[in-house]
């Protein structure tokens, strides 16, 4: 056999070669030369003892693989960014450990380098430029720390996996274009990504990364869709801020617990779901975890279709984010009725107030204002105390009556100043104060400029919407009237308002003349809050321009039953523009449905 054939022979035995993306570690000794001439023995037993417990312990944990071990270094191999950047800070804490009550002469320190890239590997090693390269930015890094190349960053996120200081561009021998490299050191502890700096009156939600994706014949990932389509859902909420779609994609990468997600968002309360395939579809199971309590408040599973979650309007979406709405609604306001007011944080209560002022019960109403009250006094500085204060007088004024409409118009007002003051860009302040010039000064031409000027400033606040739909419907812009209460209900779907929403709707299909459509969305508004007078007035007029007589009758003689005094004058006194032409047929049809002149 001669030497060529040998040498071919014993190449088929050789590892295969396989090309792979990989997160490359090199591990170095800092002035391991000086170490070994001062105790050769020692340090030889110190570093094979540490690099069995980096093989056993650390690379077991976050699934990396030793390529080899070096008389004073370490070349591993991870497949994510994540569990590379975890190890390397672990393979530091341990080595400091081991530090303890040695003289700093004696202490191994180590200088990591951490990079991504496409490798040459086989079972016994990983070749590449990509390798050469991670051991140069080693190099880098000062005892105890790791440097990381621009290509690993971008995989980190900053606050989780560590806390980065650019160190701009940097220049190696042999390698042509300098490389942007990164400081990475370990947190201390996990910390909020930024600070409260103010107090936080409404609670925070943040919805975790689906885990278990199911993936359809096109490759769409079901359980990413899902996570983004949730966060865009709960975010129409307003009684709650929920932790942004960026910052949610960050923790995917991270890989963290739920009550870590919580806590470095500052959140209140943790949305997670897990899927499963189900023949043509998918099984959702959703859960609510109270991150105070540390313990789960609601859990559910909803049968979804495949073709049905690629829809814009996928129903299964709306009924999760409903159901996790009253979840912790329910947890807010059972919190509310349990403790003191003192003892409950700043969001429980704005939370609890919103919910029971709608309720226009009285004892539901002196509720929301002692909550409010308690607010005031705790933070006189809140935009949005003084503005949900002020829209609790506001809706009083309906209910009120001579005098007393006038006191607590004033009132509003005054908490409507001092919100505007303190931000003169707060959307509801905007609101309410545009709303009132017509529903308190009869002013309408002042209220839908002020209105038209809030949703410029503000086009997600709903409240702004549904009174310029009031404006525009007293104008007699039906059309206009129904595209802004459609887009304050897109934006608060969940909102305890509801009931003043239904009314907006029939208010504007009343001026756009589409009668059965204002007796649907009327008699909801009625049947969600019985004692909401211009809600039941609203429906007698929708009921006797659809020539429902009978009905409409009925409907009269319980609002005379609620309010004796009622009179249609007296309905025309609260309009801003009586005289237009909505107003006078509603004048008609309240005195044939029975409402004394």
């Not at 004073?72 to 497949?79: I, T």
């Not at 090693?125 to 080693?138: F, K, P, Q």
């Not at 490389?179 to 936080?200: D, G, M, S, W, Y």
Request: net charge negative.
């Amino acid at each position: 056999m001669s030497i060529t054939t040998e040498v071919a022979n014993s190449m088929t035995d050789w590892p295969e070669l396989r090309r792979e993306r990989r997160v490359i570690v090199v591990v170095d000794v800092v002035e391991s030369v000086r170490l070994m001439q001062a105790d050769e023995a020692g340090t030889i037993d110190r570093w094979r003892r540490f690099v069995h417990e980096v093989r056993t312990q650390v690379l077991a944990k976050h699934g990396g693989r030793m390529v080899k071990s070096l008389g004073d270094g370490m070349l591993l191999e991870f497949q994510e960014s994540a569990a590379a950047m975890q190890a390397t800070h672990e393979i530091q804490r341990r080595i400091n450990h081991q530090n303890v009550g040695l003289l700093s002469t004696q202490a191994l320190l180590l200088r990591c380098g951490v990079h991504v890239t496409d490798v040459i590997e086989d079972a016994d090693d990983v070749y590449g430029a990509g390798v050469n390269l991670t051991a140069r930015i080693a190099a880098l890094a000062e005892p105890g720390a790791a440097v990381v190349s621009a290509a690993l960053r971008d995989e980190l996120v900053d606050g989780i996996d560590g806390r980065t200081k650019d160190l701009g561009p940097c220049y190696f021998k042999h390698i042509d274009k300098p490389v942007h490299c990164f400081e990475v050191r370990q947190t201390e502890a996990v910390n909020p990504t930024l600070p409260i700096k103010a107090p936080r009156l409404l609670p925070v939600i943040v919805v975790l990364p689906v885990r278990e994706e199911s993936v359809n014949g096109n490759g769409v990932c079901l359980g990413s869709v899902l996570a983004d389509r949730l966060v865009v859902g709960m975010a129409k909420g307003r009684k709650w801020r929920v932790v942004s779609r960026l910052s949610v994609q960050a923790l995917d990468r991270a890989g963290i617990s739920a009550s870590d997600a919580a806590q470095l968002t500052s959140a209140d309360y943790v949305l997670s779901c897990s899927t499963v395939q189900a023949g043509a579809g998918i099984v959702v199971r959703a859960a609510v975890l109270d991150a105070a309590r540390h313990c789960e408040i609601w859990s559910q599973e909803f049968a979804c279709k495949l073709v049905d979650l690629l829809a814009d309007d996928a129903e299964c979406f709306s009924n999760i984010c409903n159901s996790v709405s009253v979840a912790v609604l329910n947890r807010e306001l059972a919190a509310v009725s349990g403790l003191g007011l003192h003892s409950l944080p700043g969001h429980s209560l704005l939370l609890g107030a919103m919910q029971r002022m709608h309720r226009l019960s009285g004892n539901e109403r002196a509720a929301a204002r002692d909550a409010l009250g308690c607010l005031v006094d705790r933070h006189p500085r809140s935009s949005d105390v003084h503005a949900w204060t002020a829209k609790w007088h506001f809706l009083r004024i309906a209910q009120a009556d001579g005098e007393g409409a006038e006191v607590e118009a004033r009132k509003a007002r005054e908490h409507l100043d001092r919100a505007l003051d303190l931000d003169p860009c707060l959307g509801l302040a905007l609101a309410l104060k545009s709303h009132m010039h017509a529903f308190v000064d009869r002013d309408i031409d002042a209220a839908y400029a002020g209105l038209r000027h809030a949703v410029a400033i503000d086009s997600s606040e709903p409240l702004s919407w549904l009174f310029l739909s009031h404006a525009q419907a007293t104008c007699g812009d039906g059309a206009a009237a129904l595209e802004s209460v459609r887009i304050a209900d897109t934006l608060a779907p969940l909102d305890p308002l509801r009931y003043f929403v239904e009314m907006m709707w029939a208010s504007a299909f009343l001026t756009a003349g589409q009668y059965s459509a204002a007796v649907q969305s009327a008699t909801r508004s009625v049947e969600l809050n019985a004692i909401h007078l211009p809600g039941l007035a609203t429906l007698i007029i929708a009921q006797q321009l659809a020539g429902f007589d009978t009905e409409a009758s009925n409907s009269a003689k319980r609002y005379l039953a609620m309010r004796p005094g009622a009179s249609v004058s007296r309905y025309l006194s609260t309009r801003a523009a009586p005289s237009s032409d909505m107003g006078r047929r509603s004048a008609e049809a309240l005195r044939f449905a029975g409402i004394p002149p």
